[in-house]
């Protein structure tokens, strides 16, 4: 089993910037799949971004086309922790944002059901 807390929400104005942080615990590994998505209010979960390993010290991050250029994903294995890098907020990005991940690296990391573990969430707003 893999524990998952999220930290770092927070209400911040347009334009401004948080950081989000999930700290692992458990049967984690650094090859695991690691990401967040996002939930507004009457909205389904949606993806934002994962980072996942290509072998030796390799990851690549992806990103949902919304977030591209203003959010960046990080991972610090050492610490079992994830974070997410938020720019340029806008109100469309208010959701609570979890953390998630997955042992195989073969998922289709865009999409929630394929996920493992999930945190339980912080909420993000952003006032206009």
């Known amino acids: 089993q893999v524990q998952l807390v999220e930290s770092g929400g927070g209400l911040v104005q347009a334009g401004g910037s948080l950081r989000l942080s999930c700290a692992a615990s458990g049967r984690t590994s650094s090859s695991y799949v690691m990401g967040w998505f996002r939930q507004a209010p009457g909205k389904e979960r949606e993806f934002v971004a994962a980072?996942?390993?290509?072998?030796?010290?390799?990851?690549?991050?992806y990103y949902a086309d919304s977030v591209k250029g203003r959010f960046t994903i990080s991972r610090d294995n050492a610490k079992n922790t994830v974070n997410l890098q938020m720019n340029r907020l806008n109100p469309e990005d208010a959701a609570v944002y979890y953390c998630v991940a997955d042992p195989l690296g073969g998922i289709n990391f865009r999409v929630a059901d394929e996920y493992d573990y999930w945190g339980q969430g912080t909420q993000v707003t952003v006032s206009s």
């Open positions: 980072t996942t390993w290509r072998g030796g010290n390799t990851y690549f991050a």
